[in-house]
């Protein structure tokens, strides 16, 4: 079982940047969960389901939601079994819980996820 676990969030002001960060588990399930699969961001604001915003595969090629591209960047490093989202020119309707998981997601790897706030 690989553990997932976020960090980085926090209340921003609109238009502000902010980066997340996912560590895995270095143990021999999480390096290799971490070289073979694709992994994504995921967000779940209060009242809506939880939505995929960001994957990447493990070569490197991305993909994002409409709402957030052009604005987020996913990024991995493998050797440090890391994943990380840097979030720009955030808005009010990016609140919500950030998480990390696989793509398609592994039910038992969700973690606590990370609260960002975008408010005046």
């Known amino acids: 079982q690989v553990q997932l676990v976020e960090s980085g969030g926090g209340l921003v002001h609109p238009g502000g940047s902010q980066r997340l960060s996912c560590a895995a588990s270095?143990?021999?399930?999480?390096?290799?969960?971490?070289?073979?699969?694709?992994l994504g961001w995921y967000r779940q604001a209060p009242g809506n389901q939880r939505e995929l915003v960001a994957a990447?595969?493990?070569?490197?090629?991305?993909n994002y939601t409409d709402t957030v591209k052009g604005r987020f960047t996913i990024s991995r490093d493998n050797a440090t079994t890391m994943v990380y989202l840097q979030m720009n020119n955030l808005q009010p309707e990016d609140t919500a819980v950030y998480y990390c998981?696989?793509?398609?997601?592994?039910?038992?790897?969700w973690g606590q996820g990370t609260q960002v706030t975008v408010s005046s």
């Open positions: 998981n696989t793509v398609p997601y592994t039910a038992r790897s």
């Open positions: 270095r143990n021999i399930f999480g390096i290799t969960v971490f070289s073979i699969k694709d």
């Open positions: 990447i595969s493990p070569d490197g090629s991305t």
